[in-house]
């Protein structure tokens, strides 16, 4: 049971950025847009661009490194919704597609959190939305809400912010957001947007080795 967890925020607010001090060798990503990431070095994560729902439910849990990054996972949803908009039909295909691209969402969670390894951790970066006054992850309506909470399958989400013209993470919900994080894992509701600092306090507070093939090689 892999640690999942969410980055959630609209476009441009850090979340890709926050990959920076990532140490590339204990990284792999699904880059859902195949977008180049926006630092110096960001071609060294390893990387497999596609948006293909069942590729990735099925190839998840082949990715052995300790952290797997899925990036823009709203577009899993978004980009099936657009490839069948000029699907003849309405009614009940309408209704079927909904509940396909809610059924896929649900198994790619479904998959990270219950097969892989207990010691891995899934960084899950989303867009969001605002409904009924709260911000939380951008799907495809109230259909696909009805049916799964996506926040709901994992312990952690965290939001970005923007404060001064710095970036952060937010660790604590004030009420308009869905973000949630576990008794004590930060001291701040504020954080900086380093999702390395975020592995290093997820890791402590769970007691994972963050790279257990360090700790093969020292023994």
Known sequence: MAIVTFLLGPSGSGKSFSLKNLDPKICAMINVMGKPLPFRGGNNIRSANTDNAYWINENL?????????????????????????????????????????????????????????????????????????KTKIKTMGKMLDEKIVLEGMVTIVLQTAIRNGEHYFMTKNDGTTTVKTPHEMFSNELIPNDLNAVDDAICDYYGLIKDPSQQAETI
């Open 61 to 133: 849990p082949a990715f052995k490194c300790p952290i797997v990054i899925i990036d823009d996972f709203q577009y899993i949803m978004a980009n099936e919704f657009m490839r069948g908009v000029t699907d003849e039909g309405g009614g009940n295909s309408v209704f079927q597609r909904f509940n396909r691209i809610g059924q896929n969402a649900w198994n790619i969670l479904n998959t990270a959190i219950n097969n892989m390894s207990p010691d891995q951790r899934v960084y899950i970066l989303s867009h969001t939305e605002e409904t009924e006054g």
